[in-house]
């Protein structure tokens, strides 16, 4: 098998499977396709094309049978965008918006929102907390 390429800046997509994976093997210790499709609420052949996709972009490591890890540039993004989250999620919750909502929203938001916007929201975060 060749090696995997440099990573290319991954899809909106593929930021959400790379979180859904980093979160089941942070709580269980691994990631199984048909796990990440019920998080994802996607069939499992859809999950094994992306997962396969990610493998040759330098995300994951798959074998058949076998199971997933993260690269470490896999590692990085999927953790970035739980950052990502995580701070718009917040930012909605405290300015008055129903957590679920800001949870749901926050999904959508986080692949969208600028790295100077998301500092600024980090800042204010911060000094609305003092």
């Not at 396709?33 to 040759?56: F, P, W």
């Not at 965008?81 to 718009?88: D, F, G, S």
């Amino acid at each position: 098998m060749p090696p995997p390429k440099t990573p290319t800046a991954p899809s909106s997509a593929e930021q959400d499977y790379l979180e859904a994976i980093e979160g089941l093997i942070e709580s269980k210790g691994y990631a199984k396709v048909v796990e990440i499709a019920e998080r994802l609420n996607l069939k499992g052949s859809s999950v094994t094309r992306m997962i396969q996709k990610l493998a040759r972009n330098g995300y994951l490591k798959y074998e058949k049978y076998r199971g997933i890890t993260m690269t470490e540039a896999g590692r990085r993004t999927a953790l970035e965008m739980k950052r990502r989250h995580q701070l718009v999620r917040n930012f909605l919750i405290e300015i008055g918006v129903d957590p679920k909502t800001a949870d749901d929203d926050a999904e959508g938001m986080e692949h969208c929102i600028s790295r100077k916007t998301l500092a600024c929201l980090e800042k204010w975060l911060e000094n609305s907390r003092r």
